[in-house]
């Protein structure tokens, strides 16, 4: 089974950026959907940022504009660039991959602590 490790995260600055990576186990082409989710403290799991073969990538209402999402299946790892970062983007942030091959199955990563404070 394909394993999701995900790094980049740290203390950044507000209006800073930062780049996290997802690095997997093996080929990333078993998942048909791929993306990024973050869990602030005390709240619920919220889309950053997926995308899908043959479908528009998808944002998060409270990231649209601010951060991109990358895949590159040769080097089987997946990106996500965030910029002018806020405090309220304080959260662990989560590589998530999903398949359909053979049945529907989906992978999460142990996440990333990104924290944005002066």
């Known amino acids: 089974q394909v394993q999701l490790v995900e790094s980049g995260g740290g203390l950044v600055q507000p209006g800073g950026s930062l780049n996290l990576s997802c690095a997997a186990s093996g080929s990333i082409l078993v998942f048909n959907t791929m993306g990024w989710f973050r869990r602030a403290p005390g709240k619920e799991r919220e889309l950053v940022a997926t995308m899908s073969s043959g479908r528009p990538t998808k944002f998060g209402d409270a990231v649209k504009g601010r951060v991109t999402i990358s895949r590159d299946n040769a080097a089987n790892t997946l990106c996500l660039q965030m910029n002018s970062l806020k405090p309220e983007d304080t959260a662990v942030y989560f590589c998530?991959?999903?398949?359909?091959?053979?049945?529907?199955?989906?992978?999460w990563g142990q996440g990333t602590q990104v924290t944005v404070s002066s």
């Open positions: 998530n991959g999903i398949g359909l091959n053979p049945t529907l199955f989906q992978i």
